[in-house]
């Protein structure tokens, strides 16, 4: 089975701080990516990576970079955190090829005050 | 810019029903339709995918295309309490890579 693991289940940092959120994933997929998800808007993509030290753009990058420096490995960097960017975050695995079924982690619960 | 659109519900369905779950998705070249659950407080978790070549059975479980209409159905038979979830519809999107997401639809299985 996939196994998607996220450094922090629950997370409460204060506006400005700057936050590191890392995934790990271990069945040596290609593909990796970040989602927030709040009520009433969904799954939205913030950024993702197609391969080591590559990195995308998704829906809503602003506020966020990435970090992408070993393939089992992406981290999602909030560079000065805001209360806007309270949200679940997700991270999620493709084995790529074709092959475009993602596999979750836990999810973070970030709370910014 | 593509989209997948789901009704939000709740839709409530008394347990041992049939429960019904749609998606429609924009564009008529999507190829892959994947249906995830996702319990409250959890992340999503795959439960059926489906090609455009065809319908899928997996349990109670029961993915169906229709191309025509391009919408993408989920059948739960037998629904039980623990199916009670928000159900998300994804279509592969323009690359290789990435999903395009529907709200979810929230499922309540009423004892």
């Known amino acids: 089975d996939v196994k998607v693991t996220q450094s922090s289940r629950y997370l409460v940092k204060r506006t400005g701080e700057k936050v590191f959120l890392e995934c790990v994933q271990d069945?040596?997929?290609?593909?990796m990516f970040w989602y927030r998800q709040d009520p009433g808007l969904g799954l939205r993509l913030i950024y993702f990576?197609?391969?080591?030290?590559?990195?995308e753009k998704g829906d809503i990058p602003e506020g966020y970079s990435v970090s992408r420096e070993k393939k089992e490995r992406f981290s999602l960097i909030l560079e000065s955190a805001s209360t806007n960017q309270t949200s679940m975050y997700l991270c999620?695995?493709?084995?790529?090829?074709?092959?475009?079924?993602?596999?979750f982690g836990p999810g973070t619960r970030l709370t910014v005050l | 810019q593509k989209e997948v659109e789901q009704n939000s519900g709740p839709l409530s369905v008394p347990e041992g029903a049939i429960a019904s779950l749609n998606c429609t998705y924009s564009?008529?070249?999507?190829?892959?339709f994947f249906w995830y659950r996702q319990y409250s407080g959890k992340s999503p978790e795959l439960i059926m995918f489906?090609?455009s070549n065809g319908d899928k059975e997996d349990g109670r479980f029961t993915a169906q295309l229709n191309k025509a209409s391009q919408y993408v159905s989920l059948l739960i038979r037998d629904s039980q309490p623990s199916d009670s979830a928000t159900y998300l519809c994804?279509?592969?999107?323009?690359?290789?890579?990435?999903?395009?997401w529907g709200a979810g639809t929230k499922l309540i299985i009423k004892p």
């Open positions: 999620a695995s493709s084995l790529g090829g074709g092959a475009v079924e993602q596999f």
């Open positions: 489906i090609y």
């Open positions: 994804a279509v592969n999107g323009d690359s290789n890579y990435q999903l395009i």
């Open positions: 564009d008529r070249g999507s190829q892959s």
């Open positions: 990576s197609y391969d080591v030290k590559m990195k």
């Open positions: 069945m040596d997929h290609e593909n």
